[in-house]
């Protein structure tokens, strides 16, 4: 008897083979598709009291759309084989699938970033000497023309790509949740909602990280939080995350309502196993407290100041952060933890902090996200709007009676 495994497993059921990777690469692309939602709310349906973040959304989805493919390539043992499923795709294959949404979309972003920066490139071109007008001049291909007409064709170009960005975004977290659901052999992952909560949580996911990352941008310039703006991301935020929890409450109501073989050993997963990730923080911690907390945002939010209404909704940020990050553990994690004969559990999976496949690289790739941000907001500023606002006293600290919001 294996002293890890409870109960009857296959030799093949023994060991963890999708690590903290697998668990990250989901959660990564999730925050592509919910950051790139938010931008698209601006630039496509018009929500003007979104305007202090549009160009910053849309540059931080292309920032987590560039190490989405991180945590794959790191799990890997021959990453470089991985551009096979581009140069040589099977239709058959699922991952080839994601291969071909996943450079579709980057298209679609890097065209939108370009179009909607090429005025600043411009510019920027034209005040540099040297080496740095070079670059900017190739980034601006040679083209220097941003008459009305030029930006005015250049704000269509960028609503149309847009529009097609969001379906692209939903079908490529869409499919993540496929190539689970898809897995038919494990009845943890093959349940019909799993694409559709995978791309729910993955908005949730988005729009929270927006949140929180809108606030430390504003505090470390010095620049001040806008009311409106927040308070619109948490009333998305709380509908989606409203949508999100209703969809897996669902979905574990409806496998224990069926009560097939296969609920035996999933009961007994999330009632050992998964008791404290599955339970504890995803349903409570993670999905209780901010409902609340989002509740007093969105219902009571004009009655109370503008700082407590940022931290209520920070905090709450925060906690969905971790929420959508358990549920992907429970997910990739949880499905490995029974046996194929369903009578079988093996014991928890703890990774180990500078393994290949540990924490460490796992941070250092949530890290390398900001760390583009950083360098992206040094060469092209995303804040320049709302630097220009402030210093002409359009707003100000909404507290202190500083004007709301322009555009």
């Keep these: 008897m294996i002293p890890e495994v409870l109960g009857y497993a296959f030799p093949n059921d023994v060991h963890i083979l999708w690590s903290l990777m697998i668990v990250t690469y989901p959660y990564v692309t999730g925050l592509v598709a919910g950051a790139f939602i938010v931008s698209s709310l601006y630039h496509v349906f018009g929500r003007k009291e979104l305007w202090p973040i549009g160009r910053f959304s849309l540059v931080a989805s292309l920032a987590f759309m560039l190490v989405a493919t991180w945590p794959l390539l790191n799990h890997l043992g021959h990453p470089e084989r991985a551009f096979n499923i581009m140069i040589t795709p099977s239709p058959s294959s699922a991952m080839a699938g994601f291969g071909l949404a996943y450079n579709w979309y980057l298209m679609i972003l890097v065209l939108e970033v370009w179009f909607v920066f090429r005025k600043d490139i411009i510019l920027t071109a034209r005040r540099s000497r040297g080496l740095k007008r070079f670059l900017f001049s190739v980034l601006a291909l040679r083209t220097y023309d941003i008459s009305e007409e030029a930006l005015a064709t250049d704000h269509k170009i960028v609503t149309v790509l847009a529009a097609i960005g969001i379906p692209s975004a939903c079908f490529l977290h869409g499919y993540v949740g496929f190539l689970f659901g898809a897995l038919k052999a494990n009845p943890w992952w093959s349940t019909p909602l ?214």
């Design 194 to 407: 799993m694409p559709v909560i995978f791309l729910f949580s993955a908005v949730v996911s988005g729009i929270a990280a927006m949140i929180l990352m809108y606030l430390a941008a504003m505090g470390l310039k010095g620049l001040p939080v806008l009311r409106e703006t927040v308070a619109t991301m948490a009333r998305w935020l709380w509908l989606f995350m409203i949508l999100t929890v209703t969809l897996e409450l669902l979905e574990i109501i409806t496998l224990s309502y069926e009560s097939s073989e296969a609920w035996v050993i999933i009961r007994q997963l999330l009632t050992t196993r998964l008791s404290f990730s599955f339970f504890s923080l995803q349903l409570v911690f993670g999905s209780l407290i901010p409902f609340i907390l989002l509740m007093i945002v969105v219902l009571m939010g004009s009655q109370m100041k503008a700082r407590v209404q940022n931290i209520l909704a920070g905090a709450a940020s925060a906690i969905l952060l971790v929420q959508v990050f358990s549920m992907r553990w429970n997910v990739v994690i949880g499905g490995q933890l029974f046996s194929k004969s369903l009578r079988g559990l093996r014991s928890p999976y703890q990774p180990g902090f500078f393994e290949k496949e540990g924490i460490l690289p796992m941070l250092l790739i949530l890290v390398a996200p900001f760390v583009i941000l950083v360098i992206f907001e040094r060469v092209l500023p995303m804040f320049r709007a709302v630097e220009e606002a402030a210093a002409a006293g359009r707003i100000g600290d909404e507290d202190a009676g500083g004007a709301g919001a322009t555009n």
